[in-house]
């Protein structure tokens, strides 16, 4: 079935290194994805979207990479830094049955050691 | 510029009962989407409006339903609460329908159902 799924359910980094995070999806169809972060007790907050014409995308210590011929996206961050500690969301925006449905990944806890 | 405002922040109900959430956009944005979060689940798309119609709707039971007013603003309705809608109810809005864009969540609204 279609699904949006992470590689890793918990990642502890180095304070200062950079972190990596992986998400698979399953549509080739799928247009744009995002991520977010959700902090405890927080909505989730957008962190970056890339569309399927592109490969690579940069903001500010942030990096997504989309590999369309495995299906797979990545969220990288520069030198991480404990406000980094939090749940990451991959997305993925799915158009089926003339509807645009938003399929979430189960997130990956980003955990900081210092 | 306010951002998304969910009320209430808890409820508890009890089995059988019905609820309504409340969800005011940020000013200007005409698309509210509902998502219900878990910790088995992870983020479930529930259905979105625009212009007081919905424009997507997820894969959940009838009892889930909402609508949209003239000033963006959204409710979501659950009847005959059942003990797995316990859950993380949360709101996005955005300025364009069809989650090609970024979206700006609430807080959410914490349900307990006893």
């Known amino acids: 079935g279609e699904s949006v799924g992470l590689h890793l359910p918990t990642l502890s980094v180095q304070e200062g290194d950079n972190s990596i995070i992986n998400c698979a999806y399953s549509?080739?169809?799928?247009?744009?994805f995002i991520w977010y972060k959700q902090e405890s007790g927080k909505g989730p907050q957008f962190i970056i979207d890339?569309?399927?014409n592109m490969d690579k995308r940069q903001g500010q210590r942030v990096t997504v990479l989309l590999n369309k011929t495995v299906k797979h996206l990545s969220l990288q961050i520069a030198a991480t830094q404990p406000g980094d500690s939090a749940v990451y969301f991959c997305a993925e925006n799915m158009h089926r049955d003339s509807n645009y449905q938003l399929i979430w990944g189960a997130g990956t806890k980003l955990i900081i050691k210092p | 510029k306010a951002g998304v405002t969910q009320t209430p922040r808890y409820l508890i109900k009890t089995r059988g009962q019905q609820v309504t959430l409340s969800c005011s956009p940020i000013s200007g944005h005409r698309s509210v989407s509902w998502y219900q979060q878990t910790p088995g689940q992870g983020l479930q798309f529930l259905f979105e409006y625009f212009s007081e119609t919905q424009r997507n709707k997820g894969n959940f039971p009838g009892r889930f339903s909402g609508r949209q007013f003239s000033n963006s603003r959204s409710e979501m309705n659950v009847s005959t609460l059942e003990l797995g809608d316990s859950a993380l109810y949360l709101c996005a809005s955005s300025l364009i329908v069809g989650g090609s864009a970024e979206a700006f969540f609430g807080q959410g609204t914490r349900l307990t159902v006893v």
């Open positions: 890339i569309r399927s």
């Open positions: 549509n080739s169809a799928s247009d744009y």
